[in-house]
């Protein structure tokens, strides 16, 4: 893996805990990328999710888009976000990291942490905001902040527009794949692991289209219905930690150990909560046809062969779960308005334009799909890095 920009580690004066900061590559000064906050994060594993977000930046470059990629970065803090230090911890975490966020690092959240919570917290710390450092490129601030504001408050069915676009993504890039191996949305099963804001917005989406939701499982393991879970009953009946309240179950409903998911009788699997979920060996208990990885680095790399040799396709992060961060900045440099449909029109024709070309490209080259996405970033990095640079 390319070696980043910048990386360090920071540990906590009061309590020891560790987090972490990794920038990748900047481009005109500023990297983008959230904030993860789990027991036994590592900068290892920040390090590959910064690298991630570079390609996800670049994948969507569009010269004619008002949106210019930025560099790809991330931040980790090695905590349980329900731990009571989880939120002190948080705030002492952004204090360290102020002269970074203010200067060239966007964040926002990303597992175990909320937005709200991000920007509680982030104010706290002295911040105006977690994504400050992006305003000096701005052609007019307080528009464009408005039309952000606005789209956060934006409302679909209980559920904000910002925690659904990414499952809008998600669940796009699902169906192109079925649409290519002409496989009728009404005959495919889905089984996800997590239903927090990526994988309770791509059930919610994949559901509508006409798919069953099967299985899906949380923090107090899975739960399952070959005939199909009701899912608009289960995201009403989640915590603010994406744990559903199992007094919500149907009489068909049947809980199962946490790993279940992974074996479901399904079509599609959408891996939407931890890294390294799918390793070497319990890959073997896969039957669905599809991986799609809402969550980042999901699948481990020595898992893709033996999965790729059985047939499965596995179709990347990169690509799969790149629609939050694209419409956060879609909407800031005013290529969308503060309106749910046509943020939802703009992810899905960007997606499937997306997955349309790593397909494609991935057939030409005899490559997987992650191969192909990383190709097809990796062409587009020198041409940023010569039109706008890495320092502003
Ligand atoms: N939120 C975003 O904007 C965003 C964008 C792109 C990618 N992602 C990625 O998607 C993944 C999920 O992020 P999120 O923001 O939806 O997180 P979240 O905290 O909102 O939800 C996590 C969900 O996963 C479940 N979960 C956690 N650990 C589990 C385990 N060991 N077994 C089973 N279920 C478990 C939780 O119960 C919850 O339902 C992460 O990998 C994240 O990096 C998030």
Redesign the pocket.
Known sequence: MATPLMSLTWTDHLTGRQGFLVVDRLVRGVASG?L?MRPGCTLEEVTG?ARGMTLKEALYYDPAGRYVPLGGAKGGIDCD?RDPEAYPLLVRYLRAMRPYIERFWTT???????QDVVDRAAAEAGLVSSIQAVYPLLDDEAQARRRLADAFAVEVDGMGLDELV?GCGVAEAALTALDRAGVPYTETRVAL???????GATARFLSRAGLTVVAV???KGTIANPAGLDVEALLAA?DA???VDRAALRPGDRELP?DAWLSARAEVLVP????YAIDAENQERVTARWIVE???M?VRAEAEPPLAARGVTVLP?VVV?SG??AWWWWTLFGDVGPDAEEAFAHTRRAMRALVGRMLARAEAEGITPRAAAHALAADRLPELADRFGWYR
């Open positions: 959230g993860r999710l976000p926002g959240e990303d597992l175990g942490l909320s990414g692991q997590g239903l927090g804001t990526m994988g499982a949380d923090l989640r930690h994406g744990t946490g939407a909560a931890v890294s809402a969550a980042n999901p992060d779960n939050t961060n």
